[in-house]
């Protein structure tokens, strides 16, 4: 499972990672919130944890 720690995303821009999933699993409500995962997307493919320290993922493709 994706996680997202809000408590370290600055949330003052869009988040850069949105475009970087393959599959559109990372959605941002608005450019100053924090983003979330759409796990029914989510491949687990790790990008979102290797582009961005806010993202973890204990179960990711390596």
């Known amino acids: ?3 997202v720690n809000s ?3 600055p949330q003052n821009h869009p988040c850069p990672v949105v475009n970087i999933c393959p599959t559109d699993a990372i ?3 608005s450019p100053f919130s924090a983003p ?3 796990e029914s997307k989510c ?3 790790g990008k ?5 320290f ?4 204990d179960d990711c493709k390596r």
């Open 36 to 38: 979330k995962i759409d």
């Open 1 to 3: 499972m994706v996680k």
């Open 54 to 57: 806010v993202f973890s993922c």
């Open 48 to 52: 979102c944890a290797k582009s961005c």
């Open 7 to 9: 408590h370290y995303c």
């Open 43 to 45: 491949i687990k493919c």
């Open 27 to 29: 959605i941002q409500d």
